[in-house]
């Protein structure tokens, strides 16, 4: 890439560096995919592949003895299979197993936005597993890197028509920003090697894509289930008279920090105005091209749109965006968020169909001692002619079951227990945790496999403090990059170090507002400890009615 800058500018990122070199997005992809010498690839692909929805990783619980016996780090693949709007058919359910089982751990992974990632797929596997998850018509291109992501939808609007209409705008506006470059064909789908990289053009992006990743969620009030504004552009929609009349749009959410950084934070998103539907897709672009135009390429840390909201303000943004527009936004309507947690059980869904909401803890579905999961799911999509819904709270909604079929799923349920989720506590419903180890490269500490531990504790020092029944949430992480989001939760824990945890209290659970930091490096004592004292003065000193978020604030945080 040709250096033109001022000599007191600094150098683009190293991933910046690559994207303008990668030929839209192919580098040595090919070549590495060839090397059977490892079962790594070259740096630079590692960085490129993300934006084909995969990440190379490797088991971390291996790291030492691998290290010990002179081995190179047992490497392995994270694939993520984007689901817009988290609508999938019960074939491409038993697709995604039949692949988890060939080629990964046999598990599957929902995430907090609506995709499915496979873990441990070997390199030598990742073209077939890309063909197959192409066959079921799903894709993994842009799952992840520089580029928008996977639209998140409300999974289970009120009322519930609501919905197709919702996911079909969450289509619309996940198509429009979908990368074209053919480099995804090339490298995974085609039969005969090729190479159009010179007829190729990225109309939207450029050759060097964004600066970081661009997040979108459609929600639903008054549920937050999607978190609206975690994301850099949030749209909440606005039913007036029955009918969908457009969407309030919140720009610049963001969750990653880094400890000890100050200059890195979580932000809100903050609404700006309004939009009737026909426009949305038009507004989603001009706000993503801010971010391609404006965002800092030259630390990534400092490249998501929450900061270049931070160093312009928001009324440079607003008029950014309604110059690109031509038009101004129209004023917010007025909207309220209630909640965000899925209720597990039966809804009604539209047409006479019903929705079972199942509790998936913390979204790892595979077939574990004495509870066949994901053997059960199968089995219920082999007979299922409804659809699939993956939540961003990590569960799984069975969707438009007709009446004839509700005998027949409720009778699989209680074969299985599959309703243990109705009756497990409240807060061990509501609560979230991320992957982390072994797989994440990030991870400073567990989360995924510690969380059910902790919650077993929790839930003690709950029940003695005479609060069991109370929907507090719990929401852990293990690093600052906050992929569980739990900087909204109104008890958010982040890794810290091994064993380590950073503990924030006051979020709301609704998700409109950041909760604060209360204490640092606790180990699991010293964090049981701290919460015993909130929750003992919380039992005995709230309000009628007061929330534990706004009691920590009120209370334990020092005071809003
Ligand atoms: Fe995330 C990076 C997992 C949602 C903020 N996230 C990662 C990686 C890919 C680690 C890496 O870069 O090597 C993790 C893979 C772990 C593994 O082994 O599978 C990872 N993130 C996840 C998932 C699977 C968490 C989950 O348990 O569900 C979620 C997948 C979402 C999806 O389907 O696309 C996931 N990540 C989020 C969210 C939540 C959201 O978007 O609603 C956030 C916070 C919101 C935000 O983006 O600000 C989030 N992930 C991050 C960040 C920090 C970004 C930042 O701006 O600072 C990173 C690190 C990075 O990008 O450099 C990250
Ligand atoms: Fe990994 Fe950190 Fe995200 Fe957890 S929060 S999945 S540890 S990057």
Redesign the pocket.
């Known amino acids: 890439m040709p250096d033109n800058r001022p000599a007191s500018e600094p150098p683009p990122t190293e991933v910046e560096r690559v994207k303008a070199s990668s030929r839209y997005l192919r580098g040595t992809i090919g070549e590495s995919l060839a090397d059977r010498l490892t079962g790594a690839v070259a740096r630079p692909d590692t960085h490129l592949l993300?934006f084909h929805g995969t990440?190379q990783?490797d088991d971390r619980d291996l790291r030492r003895e691998r290290a010990r016996r002179k081995l190179e780090p047992a490497y392995e693949f994270?694939v993520?299979i984007?689901v817009p709007g988290g609508v999938m058919t019960p074939e491409q359910w038993l697709a995604v197993d039949r692949i988890a089982h060939a080629s990964g751990r046999g598990t599957v992974?929902?995430?907090?936005?609506?995709?499915?990632?496979l873990?441990g797929v070997p390199k030598w596997d990742l073209r077939e597993v890309f063909r197959a998850i192409h066959r079921s018509g799903l894709t993994t291109m842009a799952?992840?890197g520089d580029v928008n992501?996977?639209v998140?939808c409300a999974a289970n609007p009120q009322p519930p028509e609501l919905h197709a209409e919702l996911v079909d705008w969450s289509r619309r506006i996940g198509d429009h920003l979908t990368p074209r470059t053919a480099a995804y064909h090339e490298l995974w789908l085609a039969e005969q090697p090729c190479d159009r990289a010179a007829e190729d053009t990225e109309p939207l992006y450029g050759p060097t894509y964004l600066p970081?990743?661009f997040?979108i969620?459609v929600a639903a009030p008054p549920s937050n289930d999607?978190?609206v504004f975690?994301?850099?552009l949030g749209l909440i929609a606005i039913v007036e008279g029955g009918r969908l009349a457009g969407f309030n749009v919140a720009v610049g959410?963001?969750?990653?920090?880094?400890h000890g950084k100050a200059e890195?934070f979580?932000a809100l998103a903050r609404v700006v105005g309004f939009c009737p539907p026909e426009q949305v897709v038009d507004l989603a672009e001009k706000a993503l091209l801010i971010e391609r135009d404006f965002g800092d390429r030259t630390n990534?840390?400092h490249?998501?749109l929450?900061y270049v909201l931070a160093d312009r303000g928001i009324e440079w943004f607003q008029d950014e965006l309604h110059g690109r527009l031509g038009r101004p936004l129209q004023p917010p309507r007025p909207y309220r968020f209630e909640h965000r947690a899925d209720s597990p059980g039966w809804t009604e869904g539209p047409g006479g169909t019903h929705h079972l909401t199942l509790f998936i803890g913390?979204?790892r579905v595979g077939d574990f001692e004495e509870y066949p999961l994901l053997s059960i799911l199968c089995e219920i999509a082999g007979r299922h002619g409804g659809h699939f819904r993956l939540t961003?709270n990590?569960n799984l909604i069975v969707a438009g079951v007709p009446d004839v079929d509700r005998p027949r799923v409720e009778q699989l349920v209680c074969e299985y227990r599959l309703d243990d989720g109705t009756r497990s506590s409240p807060v061990r419903r509501a609560a979230?945790?991320?992957?982390?180890l072994p797989?994440?490269?990030?991870?400073l500490a567990e989360?995924?496999r510690y969380l059910p531990r902790l919650m077993a504790k929790l839930e003690g020092i709950l029940a003695e403090a005479g609060l069991a029944d109370e929907a507090i949430d719990v929401r852990m992480?293990g690093?600052?990059?906050?992929?569980?989001?739990p900087y909204l939760a109104e008890i958010g824990i982040v890794g810290r170090s091994a064993g380590k945890y950073t503990l924030y209290l006051g979020g709301t659970a609704a998700g409109e507002r950041l909760n604060r930091l209360y204490r640092e490096k606790l180990g699991e004592e010293e964090l049981l400890e701290a919460l015993r004292g909130v929750f003992t003065r919380y039992a005995r000193q709230r309000t009628p009615g007061e929330s534990f978020g706004d009691f920590a604030v009120r209370a334990a945080c020092g005071g809003a």
């Open positions: 993300k990440y990783q994270m993520r984007r992974r929902l995430t907090t936005r609506q995709s499915l990632q873990h799952a992840s992501r996977n998140v970081r990743k997040k969620a999607v978190d975690a994301h850099d959410g963001g969750m990653g920090r880094t890195t979580p990534r840390r490249a998501r929450k913390c979204g961003p990590q979230l945790a991320c992957v982390a797989t994440c490269g990030l991870a989360s995924e992480s690093c600052p990059n906050g992929c569980s989001r």
